[in-house]
């Protein structure tokens, strides 16, 4: 059961199951995840064994202004909802993936990309309410994982913009892009993730697992290889620092969000999760195939 299909990452995992495994997969409008009963009745109803969760408050800025709001959106769809939906997989038996964000930390770790077990220290409300999110998950009884992913990039259009679709049409027209120099990031090509949580689910992983790039890149760099490789002027990409860019923007944000991927290599081996160089050349040879 994947909650949370036609968002930028559910959309793909339905694409890229669909041959493999039967999906019920229920619209917003067939299932409002806030209305209890309504989630209590579908999810008692339903025969499948594994839960994919994907729905969420996942605008960073967009939460901004809810910030300490225990009765808001934000909060019940990334904080009390995934509690709710772990404790009802608990009672059924379900298996449940949550999937969670790099955002939960600080960004302060220059030395080296944050572990699982590395302490948390999210800086707006939105990382603020995935981790307690995840921290509901994981105090329920169900047997549950928490897959944290970062900045995913997909060839496919999608209402929602990111930044290899957002360079590609800025650079596109011919207009200026400015990328950060100094940080360090791991994004991940969605078609990745979205492997990456197949074997998840059936390998019935339980814990908090990261879920990125298996190298590291920074925002400049990844903007330009993105230009190369699609012939666009890299002239265009201008450098800026983190600390010229974070306080134009509305929500306070990590800067080394990068995560660190040896604990999903020695569960699934080296094969799904690729440096950025190899996840690009993948996502340019889709791009231009559509
Ligand atoms: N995108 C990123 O850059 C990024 C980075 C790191 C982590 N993540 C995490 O990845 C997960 C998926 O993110 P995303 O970017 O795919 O999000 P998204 O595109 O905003 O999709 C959110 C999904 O939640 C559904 N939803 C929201 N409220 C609902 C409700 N009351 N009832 C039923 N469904 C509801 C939406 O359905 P409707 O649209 O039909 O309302 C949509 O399918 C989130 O947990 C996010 O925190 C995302």
Known sequence: ?????????????LDLWADDVELIAPTHAELDILDDRALTAFLTETQAPVVV??????DVDGAEPERGNRDGRVY?????????????????GKYLVHVSTDYVFDGT??????????????????????????????????QACVARIEMPFSAQPHRKQHLARLC?????????????????????FLDDAVRALGQISEARFTGTIHVAAAGWTTPYLFIRAIAARMGLSADLVTAETFADFAPKRPARRPQHSWLDVSCFEEHFGRDILRGPEAELDAWVEQVSAT
């Open 53 to 58: 969760n994907l729905a969420a408050w996942a």
């Open 76 to 92: 019940a769809l990334n904080a009390r909802y995934p509690a709710r939906l772990a404790s009802l997989c608990g009672e059924l």
């Open 109 to 142: 770790s220059l030395d080296r990309a944050y572990r699982e077990s590395d302490s948390t220290g999210p800086l707006c409300w939105y990382a603020e309410t995935k981790l307690e999110g995840e921290q509901g998950v994981l105090g329920s009884s169900a």
């Open 168 to 188: 590609l049409a800025r650079l596109g027209r011919g207009e200026p892009m400015v990328g950060v120099v100094d940080q360090r990031i791991t994004p991940v």
């Open 1 to 13: 059961m994947v909650l949370g299909g036609s968002g930028l990452v559910g959309s793909r995992v």
